[in-house]
Structure formats: structure tokens, C-alpha cells
């Protein structure tokens, strides 16, 4: 988690610049700017991982006008705040809007995919989700399309696979724009430990790369969770459990929801030791 730690005391009522951090954001003024000390810890702060972090500099007196800069881990500031709006990096690239229009740069502040795209988004394994004519599609980091926009809406990828929306009907794609799984699914999620859940005839099942179901669509719910440390979480009528690639319920639970991070899987492991499918 990172956290901010500063000299000065910030004004709300005067603020110019609007350090992006995590949550929740934090204020500094101007003129304080050189007495702003910025500390990070834990590993997904590390200069490796995310090396610059967004800035938003107000314009005049109003909130709502602001310009995005980039900053690094000692806060000094890396690509000067000059872009109307801007996200965070993603694998070396961060997309950036210039009166309307997205393009991304990278860490040096140059273009690397020029701004003609209605959007941003994030990278993942390569590939980002744009949009053209309001359909979505996948482009490289040269701004290349890698799937032709033709899906009504799409995700991001997970395991060399993206999920992607046409006519209601999910399916998923590959990185040739290969349509790997068919778009037969009511819902579906990314992939994770090499299984995705779907959804068919109302209830979340999960599938393999080769459309093959794994385990069976009989769990409810709104969403099937991932597989994250040999486990996902599921529903069982009102009830949510977590299961085993195996659809083997280790745990189920007597609440009707609930907000478990799965940090909290090992201990949750360690409550399957003692309760069974039936048990409450």
C-alpha cells in the first residue's frame, strides 16, 4: 500500500495539484510543491512495477479543469503536466488525452501510439482494449490493430485469451483474432489458472482454452469468481462457498454475500478442514 507523507498541511480550499496514489488521493498546493515528500511501500509500488505515477494540476480556480502530468517515486515530476487527462502506466505505456482524442507514451513522455482513439485504456499481455465507430477491438503497443474492431464490447486479456461481447453473446479471442470459444455464453470472465467461468442456460459453470467444460454450470449467482491459489468462489443458491478445480465445495458459507479478499485463502483453507458440503 502506498501512503503519503508530506511537510505541509494541504489546503482543499487553494489546492493545485492532485497526487494519483492509490486511495485515497491526496492534495498538495503550489507552492508547497518542494516541501512534498513521497513515501511507497509494498511490492506493487516498486519502481520496477509502476515507475511513474499520475498527477492532476488544476487549472485556474474550478475542479473540474485540471492538466495530467507524471511523477516518479521521489516525487519529482518526470513528464510535466500538460495533458488533458491521462491513467496510469501499464506495462510501460500510459494512455493520455489531447483535446478529446487518446494516444499512449511511454515512460519518457513520447508518443508511441499517436492521439486518435475516442479512449484509453490499460495494457494487459501486450494488447489493449480501443474502440473505432463504437466497436471494440485489441491494439499493439504501435497503435496496430491486432483484432479488428468488431465486438460490442471487450476485456481485457488473461492467459493469451480476451473476452469479448457480440449481439449479448459472449465469447473469447486469441492474439490472431481467432475466435478459440464460440459466442455461446450468457457471461463470462477472464481466464485464471487455465479456466474461465461462463454462464449458460443462468448458471456459472467454468470452461478450459479448448472450450471444454471443466466443471459443470451449476453454481448461481451474478458471477463465478476466478481460481486464485486452487480456489474460486461460487454461489449455491443464497449461500457462497469456494471451490476446487475438482467442483469439490470445500467451503461454504452462511452468508447470503460477502467481500472475502482472497489473501484470505489460506485461512479459509484451514476452516475446509472442518467443514464439509452440508455443514454450516
Given at each position: 500500500m502506498a501512503y503519503f507523507k508530506s511537510t505541509i498541511t494541504p489546503d482543499f480550499a487553494r489546492h493545485d495539484v492532485l497526487i494519483d496514489i492509490g486511495k485515497p488521493h491526496h492534495v498538495i498546493s503550489a507552492e508547497d510543491e518542494r516541501a512534498v515528500k513521497i513515501v511507497f511501500t509494498g511490492a506493487d509500488m516498486t519502481a520496477s512495477s509502476c515507475p511513474l505515477f499520475p498527477i492532476y494540476q488544476r487549472q485556474g480556480r474550478t475542479r473540474h479543469k485540471y492538466k495530467v502530468g507524471y511523477i516518479d517515486a521521489k516525487g519529482a515530476i518526470v513528464i510535466d503536466p500538460h495533458f488533458d487527462d491521462g491513467l496510469p502506466f501499464s506495462e510501460g505505456l500510459a494512455a493520455v488525452a489531447v483535446k478529446g482524442q487518446w494516444g499512449y507514451?511511454?515512460?519518457?513522455?513520447?508518443?508511441?501510439?499517436?492521439p486518435t482513439l475516442p479512449a484509453g485504456n490499460y495494457f494487459h499481455e501486450g494488447l489493449a482494449v480501443a474502440n473505432?465507430?463504437?466497436?471494440?477491438?485489441?491494439?499493439?503497443?504501435?497503435?496496430?490493430?491486432?483484432?479488428?474492431?468488431?465486438?460490442?464490447?471487450?476485456?481485457?486479456?488473461?492467459?493469451?485469451?480476451?473476452?469479448?461481447?457480440?449481439?449479448?453473446?459472449?465469447?473469447?479471442?486469441?492474439?490472431?483474432?481467432?475466435?478459440?470459444?464460440?459466442?455461446?455464453?450468457?457471461?463470462?470472465?477472464?481466464?485464471?489458472?487455465?479456466?474461465?467461468?461462463?454462464?449458460?442456460?443462468?448458471?456459472?459453470?467454468?470452461?478450459?482454452?479448448?472450450?471444454?467444460?471443466?466443471?459443470?454450470?451449476?453454481?448461481?449467482?451474478?458471477?463465478?469468481?476466478?481460481?486464485?491459489?486452487?480456489?474460486?468462489?461460487?454461489?449455491?443458491?443464497?449461500?457462497?462457498?469456494?471451490?476446487?478445480?475438482?467442483?469439490?465445495?470445500?467451503?461454504?458459507?452462511?452468508?447470503?454475500?460477502?467481500?472475502?479478499?482472497?489473501k484470505a485463502v489460506p485461512a479459509l483453507r484451514l476452516m475446509a478442514l472442518s467443514t464439509r458440503p452440508g455443514e454450516s
Amino acid at each position: 500500500m502506498a501512503y503519503f507523507k508530506s511537510t505541509i498541511t494541504p489546503d482543499f480550499a487553494r489546492h493545485d495539484v492532485l497526487i494519483d496514489i492509490g486511495k485515497p488521493h491526496h492534495v498538495i498546493s503550489a507552492e508547497d510543491e518542494r516541501a512534498v515528500k513521497i513515501v511507497f511501500t509494498g511490492a506493487d509500488m516498486t519502481a520496477s512495477s509502476c515507475p511513474l505515477f499520475p498527477i492532476y494540476q488544476r487549472q485556474g480556480r474550478t475542479r473540474h479543469k485540471y492538466k495530467v502530468g507524471y511523477i516518479d517515486a521521489k516525487g519529482a515530476i518526470v513528464i510535466d503536466p500538460h495533458f488533458d487527462d491521462g491513467l496510469p502506466f501499464s506495462e510501460g505505456l500510459a494512455a493520455v488525452a489531447v483535446k478529446g482524442q487518446w494516444g499512449y507514451i511511454d515512460v519518457r513522455g513520447f508518443w508511441t501510439v499517436a492521439p486518435t482513439l475516442p479512449a484509453g485504456n490499460y495494457f494487459h499481455e501486450g494488447l489493449a482494449v480501443a474502440n473505432l465507430l463504437r466497436k471494440r477491438g485489441y491494439i499493439n503497443k504501435t497503435g496496430q490493430w491486432v483484432v479488428p474492431p468488431q465486438y460490442d464490447i471487450a476485456g481485457a486479456f488473461s492467459e493469451g485469451l480476451g473476452w469479448v461481447i457480440l449481439d449479448n453473446r459472449y465469447g473469447f479471442v486469441n492474439v490472431k483474432a481467432d475466435r478459440v470459444v464460440p459466442l455461446n455464453y450468457q457471461s463470462a470472465r477472464s481466464f485464471s489458472g487455465g479456466l474461465a467461468p461462463v454462464r449458460a442456460s443462468g448458471k456459472w459453470g467454468y470452461i478450459d482454452k479448448t472450450n471444454q467444460l471443466v466443471i459443470e454450470p451449476v453454481f448461481d449467482g451474478c458471477v463465478a469468481g476466478p481460481f486464485n491459489e486452487g480456489l474460486a468462489r461460487v454461489a449455491v443458491g443464497e449461500r457462497w462457498g469456494y471451490i476446487n478445480r475438482s467442483a469439490e465445495l470445500h467451503i461454504l458459507l452462511s452468508l447470503r454475500w460477502h467481500t472475502i479478499s482472497m489473501k484470505a485463502v489460506p485461512a479459509l483453507r484451514l476452516m475446509a478442514l472442518s467443514t464439509r458440503p452440508g455443514e454450516s
